[in-house]
């Protein structure tokens, strides 16, 4: 599973690193109740101990995980998927660290006939259905066991103009960040690896996981169906490598897809590219 040669991130500290990703998932919640309990005054003088809360989250959000070997992995995916957010373009891919995401790529399904909706066309909350990834079977990266199954969400409407992502950064992603991980991942399914990397697949089909925590699963072995849960604009596969399956205290790890270069080798394609020949 691992190449065991290259490395990514700083050696400096590394339990200091990983122990901020596991102090970092009750911080939000806990900053905002003690600046409400100020407001409504049920106890005076916690505000300015809750914005110091949040500003600890926020610096703890830029720590860094630990160096890692970049492991080498199967595409989950089949077919002209797209890569966004990816960490072959940025690190970290999705901005933050928190929640494992340090190396996590998105994919969304762009066929070649355009049956893609085009972003800001037909309106600003258009069906899941009308995606072609929506429903799209998605395979485990990894020989393993499953370590963790969420499938409860309800597949939402995509943020498909301007007005509505501005609602979703705005208004849905600050309170799905109050809620958690389950409110930001949705529907997802984690697979523990032979060597102790998680396997997270996010964003999944209500009801469309195949598999049970402590089921055994081989790479290629399809897990769910693509979905629009969670805090996701329209329908695609968000996937990670992390050290661990409970996301919100995970610290993320390097991946690469096996042929998931644009050329046809192991890697990952860039913002905007397609995932590789290999992998289709």
């Not at 919640?29 to 005054?41: K, M, N, P, S």
């Not at 990266?141 to 409407?157: E, L």
């Not at 979905?227 to 996301?247: A, I, M, T």
């Amino acid at each position: 599973m691992s190449d065991g040669a290259t490395r990514t991130g700083t050696a400096t500290g590394p339990g200091l690193r990983r122990l901020a990703a596991r102090v970092r998932p009750p911080l939000p919640a806990l900053g905002v109740l003690l600046i409400l309990v100020d407001v409504l005054e049920v106890l005076p003088g916690t505000g300015v101990p809750g914005m110091v809360v949040l500003i600890g989250f926020l610096l703890l959000d830029r720590v860094a995980p630990p160096a890692a070997p970049v492991r080498l992995v199967a595409p989950p995916v089949q077919g002209p998927w797209r890569a966004l957010n990816s960490p072959a373009s940025k690190v970290p891919s999705h901005g933050v660290h928190s929640l494992g995401q340090t190396h996590a790529i998105d994919l969304v399904l762009d066929p070649p006939d355009g049956s893609r909706p085009e972003f800001g066309s037909g309106g600003q909350w258009r069906r899941p259905e009308e995606y072609p990834a929506f429903g799209r079977p998605l395979h485990s990266p990894v020989d393993g066991v499953v370590a963790r199954v969420h499938q409860r969400r309800r597949d939402h409407r995509a943020r498909s103009g301007w007005l509505s992502i501005l609602f979703l950064l705005v208004v849905e992603g600050s309170v799905r960040q109050l809620g958690g991980a389950r409110w930001l991942a949705g529907n997802h399914v984690v697979v523990r690896a032979d060597d102790g990397a998680c396997a997270a697949l996010v964003h999944l089909r209500k009801g469309s996981v195949r598999v049970r925590p402590g089921d055994r699963v081989v790479a290629g072995q399809q897990l769910a169906e693509c979905g629009n849960s969670g805090n996701s604009s329209e329908p695609h596969l968000h996937v990670q490598l992390c050290d661990s399956p409970r996301l919100a205290a995970s610290a993320g790890l390097p991946m690469a897809f096996r042929g998931g270069a644009t050329d046809g080798t192991d890697g990952l394609p860039a913002d905007g590219e397609l995932l590789g020949v290999a992998a289709d």
